[in-house]
Nanobody, 120 residues
Framework: QVQLVESGGGLVQAGGSLRLSCVAS??????MSWFRQTPGKDREFVAS????????QYTDSVKGRFTISRDNAKNTVYLQMNSLKPEDTAAYYCAANSFQSYSPQLWRYWGQGTQVTVSS
């Protein structure tokens, strides 16, 4: 069956960097993405990338700071997060799908999440 396993979260000071990884198994996916969620709020889109490595999209609040990439040979998608801010604190989730959507309800496969905490 399909599995998405995230890693790389942790505690970092504001201005620091983290790189999240998501290893996919059990399938091939046209598009993969990262979403994030804080307690009491809806899960929000962060970034997505097609299997070709193109078509990258980002939510406005992370443009210029985050970079999504993928290594198809390793079935892995990455999220490089630089210049982190306290408002980036959230649980980050990897997702996979056959089409792009900003709505988390339309993504079929999800990882378990990894926590990112940015201290001020």
């Amino acid at each position: 069956q399909v599995q998405l396993v995230e890693s790389g979260g942790g505690l970092v000071q504001a201005g620091g960097s983290l790189r999240l990884s998501c290893v996919a198994s059990g399938g091939t996916f046209s598009i993969m993405s990262w979403f994030r969620q804080t307690p009491g709020k809806d899960r929000e889109f962060v970034a997505s990338i097609y299997s070709s490595g193109g078509g990258r999209q980002y939510t406005d609040s992370v443009k210029g700071r985050f970079t999504i990439s993928r290594d198809n040979a390793k079935n892995t998608v990455y999220l490089q997060m630089n210049s982190l801010k306290p408002e980036d604190t959230a649980a980050y989730y990897c997702a996979a799908n056959s089409f792009q959507s900003y709505s988390p309800q339309l993504w079929r496969y999800w990882g378990q999440g990894t926590q990112v905490t940015v201290s001020s």
